[in-house]
């Protein structure tokens, strides 16, 4: 973690509330990784939620500053290695050094990532761009406060001058934070959806409706953006995207592809990718459908495909459902595999941090011997550029994107 601004420094005399660690907590910090759970932690006298503190080892000896949550199992969430008396004016100079960061890497799109939390040392915090909309997510007490909610969005409006800024609300969230309940709401400014290029680099920018208070997560799949674009380069002839949510893939590989059909199970998400559709000018087949169901009827039907897109929402949302989503990913891929001609395309993804990139190339292997098939691997991708991989925060690499060529 970088070191906090020139106005955060150890005093003599701290007025910070004091968190003492265990030796396995202070451990785990010494080992690089920014959290500690509620079962390390020795003593939070009188710690109110969402205070800034110091944080003790087990002989009091000072280790950095850290969030504190009062109600979620990760209690502590360090920010800075030294002690921080101002955190609002930390925070406005994370956000700037995020967006230095991206400015080398976004070139090609006005839809990215700004602030992706522990990645950008701003645990607690997502800032998503949509062209002149900007979409956060607050995940915890601390980020949550006013000062710092409002150092956030003047930042924000300092450093971008967007048209609108959304506070994107999850309730599940909020409840295990314990956080007041509130709606998805304008913030600032007066708008709430636009238009984005993705990609503007291909020959033909791929353009997407934005409503930055409708659909799953933020508002897109930012993080499969790179992927898209790569998925592009590899498909031809008859194409299947399974999940396809607003159609990322599919519009992208339209312009490839001979005929492209998208597969999803909710409507709303469906009307949203024929809207796309239209606004590029393509021709896809949308259907409605349990994915699981309709990939066993196309493959006992014999369809075939050139190319065949998976991407499922995450299906270990734990540890414990590691085995059951191990074996939902081996089904989906071996149904694929079956429909795919010699010298088809097969892409992908998990997005389940659970599932390691081990487990998944082992589950997909599987899948492939099973089917018949022998497999080349064209590229083993992750999450886009402006989702950072924090290297002692393995929880920030979670996304597996596999494009491999069906070679019999």
């Not at 785990?28 to 500690?36: A, T, Y």
């Not at 939620?49 to 969030?67: C, E, I, S, Y």
């Not at 009307?271 to 393509?282: C, G, M, S, W, Y």
Request: net charge neutral; charged share 25%; glycine share 6%.
């Amino acid at each position: 973690m970088p070191k906090s601004s020139p106005t955060s420094k150890t005093p003599e005399k701290s007025t910070l509330p004091a968190v003492t660690l265990s030796s396995r907590g202070a451990a785990r910090l010494k080992s690089g990784h920014p959290w500690v759970y509620r079962s390390d932690i020795s003593a939070a006298d009188g710690v109110p939620p969402g205070a800034t503190v110091r944080v003790l080892d087990p002989r009091g000896k000072f280790l950095g500053t850290a969030l504190y949550s009062s109600s979620s199992q990760i209690a502590i969430r360090m920010i800075a290695r030294e002690e921080v008396t101002d955190l609002p004016q930390l925070i406005s100079d994370r956000i700037r050094a995020a967006l230095a960061y991206r400015k080398p890497l976004v070139a090609h799109t006005d839809a990215c990532r700004l602030v992706f939390s522990e990645a950008d040392f701003l645990a607690g915090l997502i800032v998503d761009r949509y062209n002149d909309v900007l979409s956060l997510q607050i995940l915890t007490q601390a980020m949550d406060a006013e000062p710092v909610r409002g150092a956030i969005i003047e930042t924000l409006i300092a450093e971008l001058h967007p048209a609108g800024i959304l506070d994107r609300v999850d309730p599940r969230i909020r409840d295990l934070e314990q956080l007041p309940p509130r709606d998805s709401a304008l913030l600032w400014g007066n708008k709430s959806s636009t238009v984005i290029t993705m990609n503007t680099h291909l020959e033909s920018g791929v353009r997407f409706h934005y409503d930055a208070l409708e659909g799953q997560k933020t508002g897109a799949f930012l993080d499969q953006r790179e992927n898209y674009a790569a998925a592009a380069r590899y498909a031809h002839g008859d194409a299947l995207d399974v999940f396809c949510y607003h159609g990322g893939f599919a519009l992208h590989l339209a312009p490839r592809c001979s005929a492209v059909t998208g597969v999803d199970s909710s409507r709303p998400a469906l009307e949203v990718a024929d809207k796309n559709t239209a606004l590029n000018q393509r021709e896809i087949e949308w259907i409605e459908a349990n994915a699981f169901d309709l990939l066993r009827d196309y493959a006992a039907a014999g369809k075939k495909y050139d190319t065949v897109v998976l991407d499922p929402p995450a299906f270990a949302k734990t540890r414990r459902d590691l085995h059951k989503a191990l074996s939902g990913y081996k089904e989906l891929n071996l149904r694929a595999l079956k429909m795919l001609r010699p010298g088809g395309i097969l892409i992908t993804c998990s997005c389940s941090f659970h599932v390691s990139a081990a487990d998944f190339l082992q589950t997909v292997a599987s899948a492939a011997l099973d089917a018949h098939k022998s497999l080349r691997i064209l590229e083993s991708r992750g999450a886009a550029q402006d989702h950072p991989i924090l290297l002692n925060v393995p929880e920030t690499s979670y996304l597996k994107c596999l494009m491999s060529h069906v070679s019999h």
